[in-house]
């Protein structure tokens, strides 16, 4: 089990930008990751998809997010990130990293709380 370490979540206003961070706390072989990103999940909902990215760079983003939100991956740090612009008060969630091994089940960080609001 990989421990994943987030950071960036904190309150912004509406139209802000934020990045979050997500590493692993210890060095990994880039070959033994497939996929990581973003899950969040709002206050009373369900935990959704945000966004994800594979070892080679593809990248998949949520139709709520797509024009607003990044994903990159830093494979060298074992580092996934989520930018996020123009910010909306229905982003505001916590949000958690992961990370899926070639072997092994998927990792999750603690989240990090992100709050959209004037």
């Known amino acids: 089990q990989v421990r994943l370490v987030e950071s960036g979540g904190t309150l912004v206003q509406p139209g802000g930008s934020l990045r979050l961070s997500c590493a692993t706390s210890?060095?990994?072989?880039?070959?033994?990751?497939?996929?990581m990103g973003w899950y969040r999940q709002a206050p009373g909902k369900q935990r959704e998809l945000v966004a994800s990215?594979?070892?080679?760079?593809?990248?998949n983003l949520a139709d709520s997010v797509k024009g607003r939100f990044t994903i990159s991956r830093d494979n060298a740090k074992n580092t996934v990130y989520l930018q996020m612009n123009s910010l909306k008060p229905e982003d505001t969630a916590v949000y958690y990293c992961?990370?899926?091994?070639?072997?092994?089940?998927?990792?999750w960080g603690q989240g990090t709380r992100v709050t959209v609001s004037s």
């Open positions: 992961y990370l899926d091994p070639v072997v092994g089940e998927r990792n």
């Open positions: 210890e060095t990994i072989f880039i070959f033994s990751i497939n996929d």
């Open positions: 990215i594979t070892r080679g760079g593809n990248t």
